[in-house]
């Protein structure tokens, strides 16, 4: 525990690892068609470059990052573009999403790989490649990974870059993989990350209930200057903050960013797909997922983005007697699913099939009777029962003077309550409701602004139509029939007559002289 610190709350939890940890990643067939979501990250979802008909690389671009936070998506094989069109994606909504669906020729076939000289390349072309390459936060969070390699106005040096490998969850092995097979290949990452962050310490924390993974990445990191260390097995010291305050005692400012106290955090199999998209050319077309629970022979499996739930099912040997639920993720912080034709994504780290004994009974939620157990595990130092009562009465304002968004949702209090209060779902339900409110909000302030502007727009027009009116009226006066306007008309009345008058005059002048 040396160089270690505490965190507040967290739990023991049942840790189910070794049904997975136990052999090495394996591949699955390839699948015969791959529905490759648009949306695999956080932000804009990418822009199809394909259409129905065309023939892709495995490799190849099929869909362009949208703007600053959003990340590329690539062909995870060859073959044939049959569809653009909405399939249902892992979405706790259980709706549907655009996917490019691809139909494998087969053949596997890579477009042209190349790889890249990192140290010799500019900053910003650095992370392009790596926004093109489609990397994204592979723990999870799927957040575009090129925006956390820009420090640029959020912190002058980074003090720390922590790479990841708690894998606190229940069940979850993959990343305990990856480490004990991939070690160079991951601190190969880790010298490109470093290379662009320029932190003055790299720390790896690894939950001390992977011996084997702390083995192989300390023998990685020999002679690097890089440290790992084991941080101890409690739910959820997987969780950034957490494992920034064991890790370094340090805590980023409640609504500020990790950078705001000099560090940065990624996950160990993302520095790996660094590796692989910079040294190799190759974009992030799989990832390692864990299939466990209630299948016969669970374990982890590299499989190519857009692979259907249900073939890594059949590759784990199908569905066991009293499978109950299907989850993407672990049983604290993932979701249920209601078809396993789902395709794996970016963010599908696993796929647990639970059984009736794997989960918490379902029981009516009681009354809260304000035991407090809530807020002994709250690693995030909340007040949950206040959060739950504000959440109930909708009281959203309350909420979030109560931190609410400072919430991790890593289920610690649901998991204690003897109430059994779902505790998160009123949270989810409280921070949607603000959102919602909020873009409602934005909504009618745009409309507000638009209409200010449209009568902004016509009272400038009606100005500039008065001044050019304005303009014109002193070169009228300068003309015969600009001044008659103005005459009086009494004076035009009498200037008519005296006009007429003198017209016949002459003429009869004229016709005098015709005559003589
Ligand atoms: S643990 Fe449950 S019953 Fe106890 S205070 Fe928290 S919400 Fe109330
Ligand atoms: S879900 Fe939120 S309120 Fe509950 S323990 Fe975790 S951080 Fe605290």
Partial sequence: MSGLFAFHGGLKTVRHKTESNQTPIQTPPLPPRLLVPLRQHIGNPAKPLIQPGDRVLKGQMIGQADGYISAAVHAPTSGVVVALEPVPVPHPSGLADWCVVIDSDGEDRWIDRQAVDYRQMHPSDLRNWIRNSGVVGLGGAVFPSAVKMNLSGHCERLEHLILNGAECEPWI???????????????????????LLNPREVLIGIEDDKPDAIAAMSAACAGTGYQVRAVPTRYPSGDVKQLTKL?????????????????????????????????????VISRIVTVTGHVRQPGNVEALIGTPFSA???????????????????????????????????????????????????QPALPCIRCGACVEVCPANL??????????????????????????????????CPSHIPLVQYYRFAKNEIWAQEKEKQKAELARQRHQARVERLEREKQEREAKLRQKAPAKAASPVGESAQVPLETAVARARSARESVTAPATADSDAAQG
């Fill in 247 to 283: 890790l370094t005692n340090k805590e980023a400012p409640i609504k500020g960013r990790s950078t705001d106290i000099g560090v940065q955090c990624f996950n160990v199999a993302t520095a790996y797909s660094v590796h692989r998209a910079v040294n190799h050319g190759e974009p």
């Fill in 383 to 416: 007040l949950p029962q206040q959060l739950y009562w504000h959440a109930r009465a909708r009281e959203f304002d309350k909420a979030q003077d109560d931190q609410l968004f400072s919430c991790i949702e890593c289920g610690c209090c649901s998991y204690v």
């Fill in 312 to 362: 890594l099912i059949d590759w784990a040997g199908g569905y066991r007697e009293g499978a109950e639920r299907l989850i993407m993720g672990g049983p604290m912080m993932g979701f249920a699913l209601h078809s396993d034709e789902v395709p794996v994504t970016k963010a599908a780290n696993c796929i647990l099939i639970a059984g009736a004994a794997d989960l918490p009974a379902e």
């Fill in 173 to 195: 092995t993959c990343d305990d993989r990856i480490m004990r097979e991939r070690a160079a290949q991951i601190v190969a990452g880790i010298h490109i990350l470093a290379h």
